[in-house]
Nanobody
Framework: QVQLVESGGGLVQAGGSLRLSCAAS????????MGWYRQAPGKQRELVAT???????NYADSVKGRFTISRDSAKNTVYLQMNSLKPEDTAVYYC?????????WGQGTQVTVSS
């Protein structure tokens, strides 16, 4: 079992920045990838960014050039640096870990971008 705890959400004006953190605990060995997803009201959950255990990253087109995913393996923590935020980035952001063909999810953290 893997437990994920997110932090760092909040309210920010358009053009501002936030950094989300996700700390993994429990059976963290053999986690293949971690990432961030988001879900806006009335919309489906969508991928934002992922990072593999080897360090490869993948981003949604809508956040490329604005968001950066990184990790601290020693701390089992993944970060999402979000710059140039837009109102359409408003959503609940969920941390995800993929291990042994199973997805684990955090409880989510709200990000609200005001115009």
């Amino acid at each position: 079992q893997v437990q994920l705890v997110e932090s760092g959400g909040g309210l920010v004006q358009a053009g501002g920045s936030l950094r989300l953190s996700c700390a993994a605990s429990g059976s963290t060995f053999s986690i293949v990838a971690m990432g961030w997803y988001r879900q806006a009201p009335g919309k489906q959950r969508e991928l934002v960014a992922t990072i593999t255990s080897g360090g490869s990253t993948n981003y949604a087109d809508s956040v490329k050039g604005r968001f950066t995913i990184s990790r601290d393996s020693a701390k089992n923590t993944v970060y999402l640096q979000m710059n140039s935020l837009k109102p359409e980035d408003t959503a609940v952001y969920y941390c995800n870990a993929y291990q042994w063909a199973r997805h684990y999810w955090g409880q989510g953290t709200q990000v609200t971008v005001s115009s």
